[in-house]
């Protein structure tokens, strides 16, 4: 029996696996960097092996969450393929994941780049909502997503999110609403905040990726939490330090003492707010800039504040960074008023939260309580986050991939030859 | 000691930096306000945003060592090609952003019932109040600059942001 090669191709991350293992065996940076002190251009996960990290010049073959650079996904593609999974394309089939509504010029090279230049035997192409579906439903054999055979997949990526309804295993295209935020803004939102506020770390992707993965955090209460962040000393349960790389005793960046960071996350509600009989924000001192400059400049490190929760706040309302887009909530509602009416109060309640996106803590809760006020009251809204969002799909395509059917739902290399790339793309999607 | 961190961080000399194409079109509307705005979210789709010599196209002398191993390879006995030759070249073989395929794809002309990227657009918020944080400090922010429409909380931080950012984002 021949190999699938399963092959999540993220705007971020790949994740590339033999289908029917539980998880992949490569999660690798889909990008070549060049990191200051090198002149080697570093592939994937060669990348993730270089000590030093610091101003990494980045090539990625994804723009806004679509492939537009062959050349170069196929360098990463080859790396992942030999050196790390170490298979032989020409005896594979691939199931590969590609985002939603992807363009036929695309998909025309994405086919090029399979059949022609890795030779593979044959494709099926996936997308991500129908796979994590599929996972639910298969791990959860007596849950509602599986006797209902829907469920509505929010995916919150690397270059975007969408809100797309899963029907007996298809993606309802046209019920699908995209918000054009994903983890890459946020990043970059946060390398422009602490570049302005406290030191340069514009030139500092995977530094500040570290940064918002250990300390950001969705709100509950933004004005409450405003008022937190400019608490002076221990009262202020957001403010941290985050250490950059020395280059001589600490190759990466570290969160200063990241359990009082956290120490935000095991208080009750009650215990915010000081029992000196203060009220909200009345009697308070302002945080003066003086104080976010009191950090140790020989050490070279910053300060955090708000900044913890406001980065991520853009997910839920765009229109505060001056986007012309409503925020995840209205996403949802808009993806499930898309579909027929008698999906509506399944779709709630079996909403399933994927990507890498959805790991800042308090996400699910955040997103229910922007949630339930936009519902009719005798629904019932059901947030479950994948186990691991950001292998999510990918494990949803290794089951996929190891169903006994899978080798006819594939295109063959020879039917690409014979009938081309847009008569056998027609047959992925119903 | 201060020297040797801030070393890190140092850039290379400041050389043309490609312009995306919303920046194009920012720079050319002639209010302030618009043009910053546009270019701040742009700004949050960049790879490289503070790296100035990242595209294949650039005169960037780092990898200009690469660039030329590669000529090699493609055409042994030519002779080291100009500036602009090179240039040239490597724009033909410069990968078109995605916004450039999807014109391209004129997706407009489809069927109204078939879905499409663009139709799966979220759309606009259906309320348009905005709340305002203070680009200076994060709080909630009260007041406008009327130069360049961004937000700030107090005098403060006003004239933290008259010195420092104040139209960054737009010369
Ligand atoms: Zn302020
Ligand atoms: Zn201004």
């Given amino acids: 029996m021949s190999n699938v090669v399963v092959l999540d191709n993220g705007g971020g991350l790949c994740k590339a696996g033999i289908g029917g293992d539980r998880d992949p065996s490569a999660v690798v940076p889909n990008c070549l960097g060049r990191p200051s002190s090198s002149k080697k251009w570093l592939v994937a996960d060669q990348l993730q092996a270089c000590e030093d990290l610091t101003s990494v010049s980045l090539r990625r073959p994804f723009d806004r969450g679509y492939l537009i650079n062959p050349d170069l996904e196929k360098e990463i593609w080859d790396r992942i393929f030999r050196s790390l999974l170490r298979v032989d394309p020409t005896a594979s089939s691939l199931l590969l994941v590609e985002p939603l509504f992807n363009l036929p010029s695309i998909q025309r090279s994405t086919d090029e780049l399979v059949f022609e230049d890795f030779g593979f035997r044959s494709l099926y192409v996936a997308d991500s909502p129908s796979l994590v579906h599929l996972y639910e439903a298969s791990h959860r054999p007596d849950g509602l997503i599986s006797r ?21 295993n298809f993606t309802i295209n046209y019920a699908v609403k995209r918000l054009d935020l994903g983890g890459k803004a946020l990043t970059n939102y946060l390398k422009e905040l602490v570049s302005y506020r406290s030191i340069n770390v514009m030139d500092e992707t995977f530094l500040i990726d570290d940064v918002k993965e250990k ?97 991520p706040e853009m997910i839920f309302r765009p229109a505060d960074l001056g986007m012309n887009q409503a925020g995840l909530a209205e996403c949802i509602v808009r993806a499930v008023n898309s579909c027929h009416p008698h999906l509506h109060p399944v779709l709630y309640e079996s909403i399933i939260l994927t990507g890498g996106s959805t790991l800042f803590p308090r996400f699910a809760q955040r997103l229910e309580k922007e949630l339930r006020p936009l519902v009719p009251d005798d629904y019932h809204v059901q947030i479950t986050t994948q186990e691991d969002p950001i292998l999510g799909v990918w494990r949803g395509g290794s089951l996929l991939a190891s169903s006994p059917d899978f080798e006819a739902m594939c295109v063959t290399k020879s039917e690409y030859e014979e009938l081309g790339s847009a008569r056998c793309r027609r047959r992925f999607f119903h | 000691m201060e020297d040797e961190a801030s070393g890190l961080f140092r850039r290379t000399s400041t050389r043309t930096r490609k312009v995306a194409a919303k920046m ?25 945003a503070g790296i100035e010599t990242i595209e294949i ?115």
């Fill in chain 1, 148 to 168: 209902a055979q829907c469920s509505l997949v929010v995916d919150c990526g690397f270059s975007f999110t969408h809100a797309a309804p899963v029907l007996q």
């Fill in chain 1, 215 to 311: 300390l950001c955090f969705v709100s509950l209460n933004v004005p409450r939490d405003l008022q937190i962040a400019r608490r002076p000393g221990k009262d202020n349960l957001f403010r941290c330090t985050y250490v950059l790389p020395d280059g001589v005793e600490h190759m990466k960046g570290y969160v200063k003492d990241l359990d009082e960071a956290q120490r935000y996350l095991t208080l009750p509600d009650e215990a915010w707010f000081p029992s000196q009989g203060m009220k909200d924000g009345c009697a308070e001192v302002p945080e003066k800039p003086e104080d976010r400059k009191r950090i140790d400049l020989t050490k070279n490190e910053f300060n955090l504040t708000n900044e913890r929760f406001l980065v």
């Fill in chain 2, 24 to 48: 194009v079109a920012a720079l050319a509307s002639s209010d302030n306000r618009t043009q910053a705005a546009l270019a701040r979210l742009e700004a949050l789709e960049n790879d490289n």
């Fill in chain 2, 57 to 171: 196209n650039d005169d960037d002398e780092a990898s200009l060592d690469e660039d030329e191993a590669y000529m090699k390879r493609q055409s042994k006995n030519t002779k080291r090609k100009t500036r602009q030759a090179k240039a040239l070249e490597n724009a033909k073989k410069a990968p078109r952003t995605f916004l450039e395929l999807l014109q391209e794809a004129n997706l407009e002309s489809l069927p109204s019932h078939v879905p499409s990227y663009l139709k799966a657009a979220v759309g606009p918020p259906s309320c348009t109040s905005r709340r305002n944080f203070c680009t200076v400090c994060g709080y909630t922010a009260n007041y406008t600059c009327v130069r360049c429409g961004v937000r700030f909380c107090s005098c403060r931080c006003q004239n933290i942001h008259n010195d420092t950012r104040c139209l960054k984002f737009v010369t």
